[in-house]
């Protein structure tokens, strides 16, 4: 059987695809696409074999699950696609309505780490579908995650815009790791070698994507709502690393998330070992 292999279906993700449809590899592994909450969900239930997910989701289910060395979704800073949009000051928030877009939960858990420590607020939080308009029916503020978030940025409104990223950089000085490459434990032991040829194809297509930003963001202007040099800057911005400093931003935030009482524990990062 092919490796069923998950792809998030947002741009962040794109410059990963884009090598690995340039490099051919698509025909050996089965692709699956959807949003990071889906491909955790398929990938606990045993749907898919490798996946980008939330790292949360990863820390709940440590004991099921390693993870792919020097692949993340990440940054340093302000990440554009990821954005609390409110009506009223952040500040102003305690107790009123937040809508969180249910599509990631390592964003839902940044959304109320930052508003607690870094605007001492709790509001009331609910889970909705990703339509600012829909939310701003009953919520005050919304997050917005992946490309809804980036059609707001592009047309700006006049509300309150909190990049959450940038707010997590200026929080604790730290990277922000958002998604990481889960693989099924039971799996990795008995297709070690499938792993690592998927593996290598996800890190030469980082690799090359890397160096062919603005040809990529040409393409990706032609089919898209977004100019080619707000997509370039968007792509730059991005990490897919975990490294040492982004793996120590990756356990401060899972510390945080146990304190809010999104976690029970935190567990350690536990990688497939590449030869």
């Known amino acids: 059987m092919l490796p069923r292999v998950g792809h998030i279906q947002f741009l962040n993700c794109l410059p990963l695809y884009y090598g690995l449809l340039k490099n051919g590899v698509l025909p050996d592994i089965e692709l699956c696409k959807h949003t990071p909450t889906e491909l955790s969900n398929r990938l606990l239930r045993g749907e ?14 440590a ?3 390693l993870l792919l060395p020097r692949l993340t979704v990440s940054s340093d800073g302000k990440v554009l696609s990821i954005l609390l949009v409110s009506k009223i000051p952040a500040e102003q928030l305690d107790g009123k309505p937040v809508a969180l877009a249910r599509t990631s939960a390592t964003s839902q858990v940044l959304t109320k780490i930052i508003l607690a420590e870094k605007y001492g607020v709790t509001p009331a939080y609910f889970e909705s579908p990703p339509d600012l308009a829909q939310m701003f029916i009953e919520a005050e503020a919304a997050l917005l995650i992946g490309d809804d978030a980036l059609r707001v940025l592009v047309k700006p409104k006049k509300f309150y815009m909190y990049d959450l990223g940038e707010e997590w950089k200026t929080l604790t000085g730290e990277k922000m790791v958002y998604a990481v490459w889960g693989v099924r434990r039971t799996y990795a032991q008995q297709h070690r070698e499938l792993v690592i040829k998927v593996y290598k194809a996800f890190i030469s297509s980082m690799e090359q994507s890397q160096k062919q930003l603005d040809s990529i963001a040409r393409d990706v202007a032609q089919w898209s709502p977004f100019p080619a040099r707000f ?11 975990f490294g040492e400093d982004y793996q120590r931003g990756c356990r401060e935030f899972l510390k945080r998330a146990k304190a809010v009482g999104a976690l029970d524990i935190v567990p350690e990062l536990k990688f497939v070992e590449i030869a």
């Open 63 to 65: 004991d099921d699950l």
């Open 231 to 241: 997509l370039k800057r968007y792509f730059a911005g991005l990490k897919f690393e």
């Open 48 to 61: 898919l074999d490798i996946s980008p997910i939330p790292v949360i989701e990863y820390a709940r289910h």
